[in-house]
């Protein structure tokens, strides 16, 4: 096996609103589920507050005896409505290829499930080495720590507190609910406008490291 080269670090990524804008497919999927049950969801407010796990969303419209039920009900309506309307954030399907040509890793680690990110990713040609779901903030620094992250890309303050309690580099992109203020004062290393400026970014990166 080749060895990795010592400046090409492992890169974890988050999902939602970091790697996809998966607003219109999870818009479709609270509207589908209001109809299904009969149950009034604000879809708008709900895509508005993307990051945390979908239990917490959830709870805002059904009572807690049912939570678990609703869950299962939305995962079986996801892969019909939320996957072909789902974009790529811009600069995402570049950001992923740019660790992989540095010869490092890139991991994505996602409080969604992890059948339904790779249904997503793969729909998008976005091709990382590991894809792990179902962990939220710092919950996250698990798995950045199991497969040797040393840099988290988000776009929540999860993603912050996640990548500081692994010990790793948080990289933050202003491209979900929070701004770019919040995100520094919340602890992120660095802050891009977007992830079409993250290769440059981790050219440089590599270097210091090299």
Do not use: C
Request: charged share 20%; hydrophobic share 45%; proline share 7%.
């Amino acid at each position: 096996m080749a060895l990795m080269p010592l400046d090409a670090p492992t890169v974890g990524f988050d999902l939602d609103m970091t790697l996809i804008d998966s607003r219109p497919g999870i818009h479709a999927v609270y509207q589908e589920l209001s109809a299904a049950t009969g149950t009034y969801i604000d879809a708008d407010q709900a895509v508005s507050r993307l990051g945390p796990p979908l239990d917490w969303e959830l709870r805002h419209w059904f009572p807690e005896e049912l939570i678990a039920e609703m869950v299962l009900k939305y995962r079986e309506i996801y892969p019909t409505r939320a996957i072909l309307p789902t974009p790529a954030m811009p600069g995402a399907v570049d950001a992923v290829r740019a660790v992989r040509e540095l010869g490092g890793r890139a991991v994505v680690v996602t409080a969604k499930n992890a059948p339904q990110a790779r249904l997503h990713l793969d729909h998008l040609g976005i091709t990382p080495d590991e894809v792990v779901g179902g962990l939220w903030a710092e919950g996250k620094a698990t798995a950045l720590r199991e497969h040797g992250a040393a840099v988290y890309v988000g776009d929540h303050l999860g993603d912050v507190l996640g990548a500081r309690a692994a010990g790793a580099l948080s990289v933050a992109v202003p491209t979900g609910p929070i701004g770019a203020a919040e995100l520094r004062e919340a602890g992120a290393d660095v802050v891009l406008d977007d992830l079409t400026s993250f290769p440059a970014w981790l050219k440089g990166y590599a270097a210091e490291r090299a």
